[in-house]
């Protein structure tokens, strides 16, 4: 170990004067005046830390005072030289007092201050309210929103009464102001919103509370109190400097929409042009050309359209993410940022730039020249001419679209013929709508062969091979159908087309559960879909299963409440379960929204002629003869409705109208018969003799019938035995020349009663084919016990 040089040593050491070798207690009371505790009273930093929370302060770093050293201007001796004792200047007046016992008790300390803890609260109340915001719920983000106002205003009155008002922290009471006019505004409370944006803005001491005043015009904009939204949106953009080029343009074009929102297009204009000289973007662009189309200046849509597609959108096209050669580590970096964030925010820019541009192309392309086919081309040409070349085939789809919707379906067809040549990708897609045209036109083979090309020129396109099962389903072959919806799902489990047709196949393949399973799938994709739910009910139907029907047939009349097609099948399922009364309402408000469906009528004449109000019936049976006038069975209902309720004048006039217009009808005659026999009119002869001449003509007519149908398969067994071909054609022809004479299939006849007897079969009886209801069957027995005829008026 190296000792160190004495003489070194005491280069260091300061003897101390001659002329005080007499004071041997010299320097005794020289202390570092940091440990001073007498003046603590008058310390302001000192008592400032003992009010703020536990004293925080920035730490003072102290060195260790140093032997020798003059710390303060007060030069401490040495203590291993110099002895320790009393000091000149401790006798000059000074006291000897050490612990300060002279000074007596210290003064108590202040109460320890609450506000910072309040301020706390109030900081966590905030950030709560932004988080339940940002989380949907916007009740609890305002009730946050106004606990923390309250907290702030108590601790505001706190600081007020402790300190002066310029200590007041005007952060938190902005950021509390400005957080709860924003949760106004989320809950639409709007009122209250713009009140607190006024208390913001009116106070001079909050710097740039004038900028919430786009908020302020913001909401005026959802109120459409336009005038006061561009009023406030002025005033924002004169407190905001040229600095902030990015805001101020966001509010010029917010003043265009509200221009274009009171048809000030002028104005609006105005508004748009200026952006798209300063600072180009795709909405301006598009509102633009808006306002162009509304005041009907084409030379400026054009214009606005080239702007338009010029906006750069500022990303890195596809070439980028191609390895230009086999380098791993190239590869990898590639793949890692093929579908990163910032490459899907390219993919919706680059989307959306398509969307704009496709949208300003249909609108303005009938507008802009004579004919929509020649705007669609000059816009096809300022596409291809631009780095949006691949829309220019979008747009000649779009062309075709248009002629259909002209129904010039020609024209249609050939604009996406032109695409057979082009790349797969357009030529699948315009193959695809050729296959949706010729679908429709009910041309399968054109269809079939236009949905193999869109498959063959992209195998994985779903809509292609959703076309292609719709012709083989069209053609029966529900197996193979499926098989290419399948595959359309598999390519594309979105694809909503294929999985509804698939359910349908299964249905028609009787493969229920299946069936059922698909479009119990396809419900939740597509919420209230009225062809799904009607789709669900139907299968439970079949099923037997009227309750589970019964409720989703409910939701489907939640969705669409006025379809008859619906309200009629409710009606149906309550009626086979025999609830008359729920089947009578179904049945009723099907009636209103659809007063044509001979079904519906015929179902409530039939409930009404049941529960005995036979009068209440007959609107019903005279509005099925308007919509069937050469059906005579409306006609005689009405007749029956007026005889059973006592109108029997009316009855027989009905009757009498009835015979004018169906002479050879046998029920109307046998009902004149008998009434006029009832009550004593002398027309009774002349109708029996014309009863009697009809039915003579139709006893023979049936004759005729029978004979030839008799000598028909006479010689069709001959022709049989016998290999002999003409005879069986001879015996066909002369039955067919049989059946063509008037029979029980003509208007007059129309009844449906095959064999003609002495009684009166009523119109509403079995030969309908609803099945017949217990209300339907009761009915036709009562007209049978009240109107048979007896063998003494009528013999056979």
């Not at 005072?65 to 006798?91: E, I, N």
């Not at 019964?550 to 379960?577: C, F, R």
């Amino acid at each position: 170990m190296k000792l160190a040089n004495p003489v070194k040593m005491m280069q260091n050491v300061h003897l101390a004067p001659k002329a005080d070798e007499d004071d041997l207690y010299s320097g005794y009371n020289d202390y570092n005046p940091t440990f001073d505790t007498e003046d603590l009273e008058n310390d302001t930093a000192f008592q400032q830390a003992v009010r703020t929370s536990h004293g925080r302060r920035p730490p003072v770093i102290e060195k260790e005072p140093m032997t020798g050293a003059v710390q303060d201007g007060v030069a401490r001796p040495l203590t291993a030289v110099h002895a320790a004792g009393y000091t000149k200047a401790a006798l000059r007046g000074s006291v000897f007092d050490p612990l300060g016992q002279a000074r007596g008790p210290a003064p108590p300390l202040e109460m320890k201050n609450e506000d910072t803890y309040v301020k706390k609260k109030v900081n966590e109340l905030v950030e709560e309210s932004c988080i339940a915001n940002s989380c949907g719920d916007l009740k609890l983000a305002l009730e946050k929103a106004k606990d923390a106002g309250r907290k702030e205003r108590v601790l505001v009155r706190q600081r007020e009464q402790i300190a002066s008002p310029e200590n007041i922290n005007l952060d938190l009471t902005y950021s509390v102001l400005f957080n709860l006019a924003s949760q106004y505004s989320a809950n639409e409370m709007y009122a209250e919103a713009l009140n607190t944006y006024q208390v913001i803005v009116k106070n001079k001491m909050f710097s740039n509370g004038g900028r919430l005043k786009v908020n302020m015009a913001n909401i005026y904009l959802k109120q459409r109190n336009y005038s006061k939204a561009i009023k406030f949106y002025r005033m924002a953009l004169d407190q905001i400097p040229n600095v902030h080029k990015e805001m101020r343009i966001k509010i010029m074009q917010n003043i265009g929409v509200a221009f274009i929102k009171t048809g000030q297009y002028t104005d609006g204009i105005s508004s748009f042009e200026h952006i798209m000289s300063t600072s180009p973007n795709l909405k301006a662009g598009f509102n633009l050309i808006l306002c162009y189309f509304a005041i009907g200046d084409r030379e400026q849509m054009k214009k606005a359209f080239q702007k338009l597609i010029t906006v750069p959108l500022e990303i890195d096209y596809d070439d980028k993410y191609i390895s230009p050669n086999d380098d791993p580590h190239t590869n990898l970096l590639i793949e890692a940022i093929k579908n990163d964030q910032l490459r899907q925010m390219e993919r919706e820019r680059k989307g959306m730039a398509e969307k704009y541009i496709m949208t300003a192309a249909k609108l303005i392309a009938p507008a802009i020249e004579t004919s929509f086919a020649i705007g669609y081309d000059w816009c096809v040409e300022v596409v291809k001419a631009s780095h949006y070349v691949e829309l220019a085939n979008d747009l000649e789809i779009n062309k075709a679209i248009t002629y259909l919707r002209q129904k010039d379906f020609y024209q249609a067809v050939e604009t996406l013929k032109m695409f057979e040549k082009k790349d797969s990708r357009v030529k699948s897609a315009a193959a695809t709508n050729l296959s949706f045209l010729y679908y429709l036109e009910n041309e399968l083979a054109q269809a079939a062969n236009y949905a193999d090309l869109a498959v063959n020129s992209d195998r994985y396109n779903p809509s292609a091979l959703t076309n292609k099962g719709n012709t083989v389903f069209a053609n029966g072959d529900y197996e193979k159908a499926a098989e290419f919806y399948k595959e359309a799902l598999r390519n594309d489990s979105s694809c909503t087309e294929a999985l509804y047709n698939i359910g349908l196949t299964y249905k028609k393949l009787n493969r229920i559960d299946e069936a059922l399973d698909c479009f119990l799938k396809l419900q939740a994709i597509l919420r209230n879909s009225a062809q799904v739910l009607y789709q669900i009910a139907s299968l439970y139907e079949i099923m037997e299963d009227p309750n589970q029907a019964i409720e989703w047939l409910m939701q489907l009349i939640s969705v669409v409440p006025t379809d008859s097609h619906a309200l009629s099948k409710l009606g149906e399922l309550y009626d086979n379960e025999g609830d008359k009364s729920q089947a009578f309402q179904y049945y009723y408000e099907s009636y209103r929204y659809f007063p044509s469906n001979i079904e519906v009528i015929e179902w409530l004449g039939a409930y009404y002629i049941d529960t005995q109000f036979c009068e209440k019936a007959i609107q019903y049976f005279e509005r099925a003869a308007l919509i069937q006038p050469t059906q005579v069975k409306w006609q005689l209902m009405v007749a029956s409705c007026y005889r059973r309720s006592g109108n029997y004048q009316k009855a027989l006039d009905t009757y009498k109208e009835i015979h004018r217009k169906f002479p050879e009808n046998v029920e109307c005659l046998r009902f004149l018969v008998r009434l006029c026999t009832d009550m004593g009119l002398k027309e009774v002869q002349e109708y029996v003799t014309k009863l009697k001449r009809v039915e003579k003509l139709k006893e023979i007519r049936e004759q005729r019938v029978k004979s030839g149908r008799d000598g028909s398969a006479r010689s069709r067994r001959e022709g049989s035995g016998s290999g002999d071909s003409g005879g069986s054609a001879k015996g066909e022809r002369l039955s067919a020349k049989l059946r063509a004479l008037p029979g029980t299939n003509e208007p007059y006849e129309s009844s449906g009663n095959k064999e003609i007897d002495a009684s009166y079969v009523d119109p509403l009886g079995p030969q309908t084919e609803r099945p017949k209801t217990a209300a339907r069957k009761r009915m036709d027995e009562d007209e049978f016990a009240d109107e048979e005829l007896g063998e003494d008026l009528l013999p056979e």
